[in-house]
């Protein structure tokens, strides 16, 4: 019988990526945290491209959200703004190159064009029509994890999260409450800042507990929430409170207080 399951097409298969490179989980050579529930905007026609993509960007731990046409990216841009959009140059209905300014005219929104070319002027056009940074297909996923990494910091350089009274400035891992500063640990302030990554999403104890240690939580163990009541505790310290929601039996979430 013919073998119809893409995956298993080894020329497919190493369009995106090659199987030397998939062998070692690229999360493992990256910063860890750094793309931890941030969400990639992926624009490709290519399906068997986006499922590579798509698998590689979640096993390092993006949300990843797929298009493919840059019709369709532009609406989920609207309906869920991402933090990085991952755009295909050669698209069926729009050119990407168009779909890249359209972007921009949003707001400065990160974007990596994937293009086949490796035509120098092509490149030189894509940057300075407002794409951050370019890959030529064929290229390993663990490049575009790297890069996207690198695109994600720059944004997060002198980035201060607000909710409600509270601010969070991430380069300067400073927090303070109507000017009040407050002291956290690292491990602390790592728990703080992706509870505050998504104001009113519940994170549940085993994604905390990945994000913090890196690994999933032990049965039993309560270091997560140990961690979430000294925050707290050191919240309401400062006059923070109504910030740190428990929602039982599920997680924790971080949102204005309601006055
Ligand atoms: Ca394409």
């Given at each position: 019988m013919e073998d119809r399951n893409p995956s298993r097409n080894p020329t497919t298969a190493t369009t995106a990526d090659s199987p030397?490179?998939?062998?070692?989980?690229?999360?493992?050579?990256?910063?860890?945290?750094?793309?931890?529930?941030k969400r990639i905007l992926l624009i490709e026609d290519d399906?068997?491209?986006?499922?590579?993509?798509?698998?590689?960007?979640?096993e390092a731990g993006c949300e990843v959200d797929w298009a493919p046409s840059g019709m369709q990216g532009l609406v989920k841009l609207r309906e869920a703004p991402p933090d990085l959009v991952v755009l295909d140059l050669g698209l069926p209905d729009i050119d990407g190159a168009e779909v890249a300014r359209r972007i921009k005219q949003n707001g400065d929104l990160p974007i990596i064009v994937l293009t086949a070319t490796d035509a120098v002027e092509r490149k030189v056009q894509l940057l300075l029509g407002?794409?951050?940074d370019y890959l030529t297909k064929p290229?390993?996923?663990?490049?575009?994890?790297?890069?996207?990494?690198?695109?994600?910091?720059?944004?997060?350089?002198?980035?201060?999260?607000?909710?409600?009274?509270?601010?969070?400035?991430v380069e300067g891992r400073k927090v303070t409450h109507k000017d009040r500063e407050i002291t956290l640990s690292p491990k602390e302030f790592a728990l703080l800042e992706l509870l505050a990554s998504r104001p009113g999403r519940v994170?549940?104890?085993?994604?905390i507990a990945r994000h913090i240690w890196g690994r999933p939580l032990e049965t039993d163990s309560n270091?997560?929430?140990v961690h979430v009541a000294n925050l707290r505790a050191k919240l309401r310290d400062a006059g923070a409170y109504g910030y740190l929601r428990t929602v039982r039996g599920v997680g924790y979430a971080l949102r204005q207080p309601k006055t």
């Open positions: 030397e490179a998939r062998k070692t989980p690229p999360s493992a050579r990256l910063e860890e945290g750094v793309l931890n529930h399906a068997e491209i986006a499922r590579l993509l798509q698998e590689a960007l979640s407002g794409a951050d290229f390993h996923t663990a490049e575009l994890l790297a890069r996207i990494q690198v695109q994600l910091r720059k944004g997060e350089r002198g980035r201060i999260q607000r909710i409600g009274d509270l601010e969070i400035s994170f549940s104890r085993d994604e270091v997560v929430d």
